[in-house]
């Protein structure tokens, strides 16, 4: 039986090039807005927190120093 991930939100581990899938799913939430962000658009996450950004506006204002 194949086991569908449609619909199911994946657990990633962010490292500096890519990433790393803990639990399969077809997408991850955006730290920030909550907006839902596919696998294959997912572009911006931070490191240190382990947070996806939906957007590079969102990941700048967040990453940018306070």
Not at 14 to 32: E, Q, S
Not at 37 to 56: K, M
Request: proline letters at 3%.
């Amino acid at each position: 039986m194949l086991m569908s991930h449609t619909d199911r939100v994946a657990k990633l581990h962010y490292m500096a090039n890519g990433f790393r899938i803990l639990t399969p799913g077809d997408h991850v939430v955006c730290g920030v807005s909550g907006a839902r962000i596919a696998l294959e658009d997912l572009r911006y996450w931070d490191v240190a927190t382990q947070r996806a950004f939906a957007s590079g506006a969102i990941a700048s204002a967040e990453m940018a120093p306070r």
